[in-house]
């Protein structure tokens, strides 16, 4: 909060610049998130997951090797566990894009987990 020395009343107008400006280099920092992708792996990167900085996930590659029609329920452990990896990769630069941002607001942000 801006304050008049003194003791005196804030800066209404540059609060309001400050909260803009913010705000701007929020949403910025939300656009790059979502053009960045980040991945995962498991099953030492027999199964590879992508996910955009924001968490959509684009793309999941599977090897042949992890393909047994007798285990499916591997498969599908593999699969999660890299979806997990990538999705924590993503979560960790949230952070790093966003949490100087959230600080900057007085606090953190709910839902994204700082």
Not at 55 to 61: F, H, I
Not at 84 to 111: C, H, R, S, T, V
């Amino acid at each position: 909060m801006t304050v008049i020395p003194g003791g005196g009343q804030p800066n209404m107008q540059q609060l309001l610049q400050q909260a803009q400006k913010m705000q701007q280099d929020l949403a910025r920092a939300q656009q790059e998130l979502a053009a960045t992708e980040v991945d995962g792996q498991a099953g030492g990167g027999l199964v590879k997951a992508t996910v955009t900085g924001s968490g959509e996930l684009r793309a999941l590659v599977i090897d042949p090797k992890a393909v047994d029609p007798e285990d499916t329920e591997t498969l599908a452990d593999l699969v999660v566990a890299a979806v997990k990896a990538a999705n924590d990769n993503a979560q960790q630069l949230q952070q790093a894009k966003l949490g100087p941002l959230a600080q900057g607001l007085g606090g953190g942000m709910p839902g994204l987990g700082f």
